[in-house]
């Protein structure tokens, strides 16, 4: 545990000496190993952190290492007062962050071990590249984890903001990847505004930055239930970095863009780690949070519409790595209403338990792009099961997860979301049942037309002019292929946005896949280092959810109690406010039972009585999601699979809500007509201003210049100049009476001091 | 009878001759003779008004003159033979040496 600084650094030296070096020096298999032999040892040491951790007794599961003294001691003021600014490069492990830890390392290694097969073909330096941006972001994350203080973090948040701008941007050739890179980046600036204001505040109201310090003052102070105080601001200020980071409402809109990217880099960054920094900030302040009830409410509904909204849109999307992503956004909206109705635990438990298996459904969807040799839409793909076996059944046990069906990763997780929704808001309960079932629908329409029916794609060089083959690629009719042929005359939405279009969509196919019929050879299971870590994943998918089997099922949620430390206010220097704590937390009997504080006896008979009446409901609510999930995965291979024209009619019946979907609400649209529009207007005239204010008084400041000068210069020539001259020319023409006197001849000096004596004597005379 | 004023009418008129002889011949000869005509007037007007007056001191002076004159005639004939061993002249008009 002594080393857990070490942690975030290992990869952090990797992707030094890759972009120093190995960018330029470094084979493709060199930078690979580098970067996974960082990773492994730094799981390594986290799971020896984290046994160490688990050998804790439960209320003392936190270490501190303070590696280097960052902002040495600055008086600055604040709310009461000054305090001294002084930051530390503080590491924290307990249990939040330590399981955290594990996610960030294990899931960081697997797709760095994945990436080392997905990134092959790309050129040797952009391998390089590749594990450098990957290693550098796998430090920020785990800085972003470990950090105990805000600004810590924050410097991990915004680095992990890059690192997700480079790698979506990695293909920087490619227009429509850089500029999701520069998207991503700045909407998660807009987020970042609002973190950096709330951590400000945060300072200004305790004077400290430390997580452990702020969750202990703000547990002393009463709960604002009535108005919209200082911590309410705090929260909301906080809510509003998370959303940025973690793809909510109104700030969502770059995740699904996000997928330019290499897919191992949606896996990871997209999905597992990075988008779920938010809700772990959440959870890291959760004491803030439930001071400001209002501001739970708003991060409830918040998440719960999120959830909605993307999963309504994920069921209309073409293109694999899409569905993904809404789905992803989805899932973090799930995050957030849970957290938002206090279930911190659950929320976190969550974000485990969809960091496995969201990682292994974007790995595999990898490894379908990789062996379609790049096509990512799903009308193209089908019947791929038999081409790859090994991507089919781990991606079906992660769909079933993030259905919901038990006894798999997501059932549990879900669920507990669920049953906290129910008893805290019947609303937010019915919108997220609503979301399980689309999720549970969107997720096998892509098993459905990835993996079932019959193959839709381009043909290959070997049996590329077999008359199945080519009819199916082309969406001709023939008659052995009755479901291809269905799907060809299906609406084709991507490209015409409009009624089927048969023939366009022919041409399109012989355009857009003519590279494809090169040295592809037709859909192939992927290579070891990718299906390896796919059925890693698979098995954690399966087992993440086993910590967290709720007391209804007999299990004894080990994960709430193991997480439960890292919500609460310390109870020594918090006694007083532990109560208020678990009262803020409306409607959340178990958390206070499962706390089991010996000062809550009082009142522990009632709350037992609570949870006891819920057990029924919390196993018939349970019985109803898993109901839910079955139907929509029903429905879903009924629409898709048996009889695929069923789906091809309902979006012909709904071509207006179908069309609202696939554009994604217009959310998009509305952005750019609104606030991108006006940003423009606004610096155009700006800009118009600058070129006409601000130019022209700084044109005529010259043009004063050079006016004035110009007058300067002609003064000096004529007045000047022309005195100089003047007494030249004085002096010239004088000279020439003078220099005709001087003939040197003596007649004429004698005639001349003649006349002079005729002169003198004739003045002489007269004057007498 | 003759007076005083016909002296210096005569002694006037020589004095314009040689000076009018000074200005306008250009041998140096004929201007050094010319200069002689001038000194030999103001010789006339001493010795004029040394009668006149009754004073010999006129008559000395006279004498004085005509030795300076025949110095004076020995140095320039002298200047003259030298200028004209160089160049071959005794044009006045070119002597003008002094002009740059």
Redesign the interface.
């Given at each position: 545990m002594r080393y857990i600084w070490l942690i975030p650094l290992l990869p952090g030296l990797g992707a030094l000496v890759n972009g120093v070096v190995g960018i330029r020096a470094f084979s493709r298999k060199a930078s690979g190993l580098l970067a996974c032999a960082t990773m492994t040892v730094a799981l390594g040491l986290s799971l020896v952190a984290f046994w160490q951790l688990l050998a804790l007794p439960s209320d003392a599961r936190a270490y501190d290492a303070v590696i280097a003294q960052w902002i040495p001691k600055i008086p600055l003021a604040t709310h009461d007062g000054f305090a001294a600014l002084e930051v530390p490069w503080g590491f924290r492990l307990d249990p939040l962050s330590g399981m955290m830890l594990l996610v960030v390392t294990g899931i960081g290694l697997l797709i760095h071990v994945y990436s080392t097969a997905y990134m092959a073909d790309e050129p040797r330096g952009g391998v390089a590249r590749f594990f450098c941006y990957l290693n550098l972001f796998c430090f920020f994350m785990l800085m972003l984890v470990l950090g105990n203080n805000f600004l810590v973090m924050f410097v991990g948040w915004e680095g992990v903001g890059l690192c997700s701008y480079l790698l979506i941007g990695y293909w920087y050739e490619k227009k429509s990847a850089s500029d999701a890179g520069k998207k991503a980046f700045i909407t998660n600036r807009i987020g970042d505004w609002g973190f950096v204001l709330g951590v400000f505040f945060v300072y200004y109201t305790f004077g400290t930055f430390d997580f452990r310090a702020v969750q202990n003052a703000a547990g002393a102070m009463p709960v604002e239930t009535a108005h919209f105080g200082v911590l309410s601001a705090i929260c909301l200020l906080l809510f509003v970095g998370a959303a940025g980071k973690s793809a909510q409402i109104p700030l969502y809109v770059w995740l699904p863009d996000a997928m330019e990217g290499p897919t191992p880099v949606s896996a990871l960054i997209h999905a597992a780690t990075m988008v779920t920094a938010g809700v772990y900030m959440v959870g890291r302040n959760a004491v803030l949070f439930s001071h400001a009830p209002m501001v739970m409410e708003i991060v409830a509904i918040v998440g719960v519409l999120t959830a909605l909204m993307a999963a309504s849109i994920g069921l209309v999307q073409y293109d694999i790595k899409r569905v993904l992503a809404y789905s992803t956004v989805s899932q973090l909206g799930y995050m957030f209403t849970a957290m938002g109705v206090g279930a911190f635990a659950a929320g976190t438990f969550h974000l485990m338990t969809h960091a496995f298996f969201k990682a292994l459904l974007f790995l595999g969807s990898g490894s379908v792009i990789h062996a379609m040799a790049g096509e990512q839409d799903m009308r193209h793909m089908g019947g791929l099961k038999k081409y790859q076996p090994v991507t089919f059944a781990t991606m079906m046990i992660g769909t079933l997860a993030i259905a919901g069906i038990p006894p798999l990763a997501g059932f549990f997780s879900k669920d507990e979301i669920l049953f906290r929704a129910f008893l805290a808001n019947k609303a937010v309960w019915v919108i997220a049942v609503m979301t399980a079932f689309m999720t549970a629908f969107y997720m096998f329409r892509l098993m459905s037309m990835t993996f079932f029916g019959d193959y839709r794609g381009p043909a290959w060089e070997t049996t590329g002019h077999g008359a199945a083959a080519v009819a199916a690629a082309h969406g001709v009719k023939h008659p052995a292929d009755p479901h291809a042929h269905g799907r060809a005359q299906g609406p084709d939405h991507e490209v015409s946005h409009g009624p089927a279009e048969p023939h366009a969509k022919t041409g399109d196919d012989d355009q857009g896949h003519g590279h494809a019929h090169g040295a592809w050879h037709g859909p192939h299971e992927s290579p070891t280092p990718m299906t390896l870590p796919l059925q890693a994943l698979a098995v954690g998918a399966i087992i993440a959810g086993f910590v967290g089997i709720p007391a209804a099922l007999g299990g004894g949620n080990t994960i709430e109690k193991f997480l439960e430390p890292s919500f609460a206010a310390e109870q020594v220097e918090a006694r007083g406010s532990t109560r208020s704590t678990s009262s803020g937390q409306a409607g959340s009997p178990r958390a206070d039972a499962n706390a089991a504080r010996p000062e809550l006896v009082e009142g522990r008979a009632e709350e037992h009585e609570t949870a006891h009446v819920s057990t029924g409901v919390e196993i018939g609510l349970m019985a109803f999601s898993v109901l839910v999930a079955v139907v929509g995965i029903s429905l879903a291979y009924k629409f898709y699979v048996t009889s695929p024209e069923i789906s091809a009619r309902l979006a012909d019946r709904w071509a207006g809500a179908h069309r609202l979907l696939l554009n994604k609400y217009y959310v998009d649209e509305l952005y750019n007509g609104t606030i991108i529009a006006g940003t423009m207007a606004s610096a155009r005239k700006l800009w118009t201003f600058d070129r006409n204010v601000v130019d022209g008084a700084v044109n005529g400041t010259s043009w004063l210049t050079v006016i004035s000068s110009w007058f300067s210069g002609l003064t000096d020539r004529t007045v000047v100049d022309g005195l100089v001259n003047f007494v030249g020319w004085i002096v010239q023409e004088g000279s020439l009476l003078f220099r005709r006197l001087?003939?040197?001849?003596?007649?004429n000096y004698?005639?001349l001091m003649?006349f002079g004596i005729f002169a003198f004597v004739s003045i002489y005379l007269l004057v007498r | 009878m003759i007076t005083p004023v016909h002296y210096m009418l005569l002694s006037a008129a020589l004095f314009i001759i040689g000076v009018v002889g000074v200005l306008v011949r250009k041998n140096i000869i004929i201007i050094f003779m010319s200069i002689e005509l001038i000194l030999n007037a103001v010789n006339i007007n001493l010795v004029a008004f040394s009668a006149q007056l009754q004073n010999v001191v006129g008559q000395v002076f006279a004498v004085f003159v005509i030795a300076v004159a025949a110095a004076e005639a020995a140095v320039g004939l002298g200047i003259i033979l030298a200028f004209y061993r160089n160049k071959e002249t005794i044009n006045i008009d070119e002597m003008n040496l002094m002009r740059s």
């Open positions: 001087q003939t040197g001849l003596v007649q004698a005639l003649l | -």
